[in-house]
């Protein structure tokens, strides 16, 4: 059973940072693409910033240039580096993973419980 397990989120003012990380777990044979979205109340999920299969980056254009995805593979793990945060950067950050899983040998969607990221002075 695969498991997508976020951290990091909680309470910053504006202009601060924070660094969310998100660790996949289980019977993994391999990870075609990991990244971010986010929730705000009464809008839709959006993309906030990924890794896609062939390991280029993608981000939303309202936090190019301050957010910073990085990764280590070797733990299964993708971070993000949240600077010069905004009051509109609040929202519910979701880890979103496609996953190929022992014994299924699909690729399938995993998406993690979410980590609350508040900006507010």
């Known amino acids: 059973q695969v498991q997508l397990v976020e951290s990091g989120g909680g309470l910053v003012q504006p202009g601060g940072s924070l660094r969310l990380s998100c660790a996949a777990s289980g019977s993994i044979v391999s990870i075609n693409a990991m990244g971010w979205y986010r929730q705000a109340p009464g809008k839709q999920r959006e993309l906030v910033a990924t890794f896609t299969s062939g390991g280029s980056t993608n981000y939303a254009t309202a936090v190019k240039g301050r957010f910073t995805i990085s990764r280590d593979n070797a733990k299964n793990t993708v971070y993000l580096q949240m600077n010069s945060l905004k009051p509109e950067d609040t929202a519910v950050y979701l880890c979103?993973?496609?996953?190929?899983?022992?014994?299924?040998?699909?690729?399938?969607?995993?998406w993690g419980q979410g980590t609350q990221v508040t900006v507010s002075s």
């Open positions: 979103n993973a496609k996953i190929i899983p022992f014994p299924v040998w699909v690729t399938s969607d995993y």
